[in-house]
């Protein structure tokens, strides 16, 4: 279960404002302070969508104790690997596009 402080952590760690999200994922800004404010029971469609895009942009959410049994729910960015291409030294004419 997704919780309001993950939700909030998350979009702080893209460095969003609850109005970029909003133009983004089609939520009133309204919505998205609800959920961050834990107001939206009985409306998962909002947590969803919020989840789905945060996840997008490289959010990964985790479960009480998934990286540490005495940890709570987190959030942490996706790793990612940058592709810093060729390097110079290493072009010849058969990688050189």
Same mark, same amino acid.
């Given at each position: 279960?997704?919780?309001?402080?993950?939700?909030?952590?998350?979009?702080?760690?893209?460095?969003?404002?609850?109005?970029?999200?909003?133009?983004?994922?089609?939520?009133?800004?309204?919505?998205?302070?609800?959920?961050? /404010?834990?107001?939206?029971?009985?409306?998962?469609?909002?947590?969803? &969508? @919020? *989840?789905?895009? $945060?996840?997008?942009? #490289?959010?990964?959410?985790?479960? /009480?104790?998934?990286?540490?049994?005495?940890?709570?729910?987190?959030? &942490? @960015? *996706?790793?990612? $690997?940058?592709?810093? #291409?060729?390097?110079?030294?290493?072009?010849?004419?058969?990688?050189?596009?």
């Amino acid at each position: 279960m997704l919780t309001a402080p993950q939700l909030r952590a998350a979009r702080a760690l893209l460095g969003l404002s609850i109005e970029d999200i909003a133009s983004v994922s089609g939520l009133s800004a309204d919505a998205i302070q609800e959920a961050e /404010a834990d107001q939206v029971h009985g409306e998962p469609e909002v947590i969803e &969508r @919020l *989840r789905t895009l $945060l996840e997008s942009k #490289g959010v990964l959410f985790l479960g /009480a104790g998934e990286e540490d049994a005495g940890a709570g729910p987190g959030v &942490r @960015l *996706r790793q990612t $690997l940058q592709d810093e #291409g060729i390097r110079p030294q290493n072009l010849n004419s058969a990688n050189d596009g």
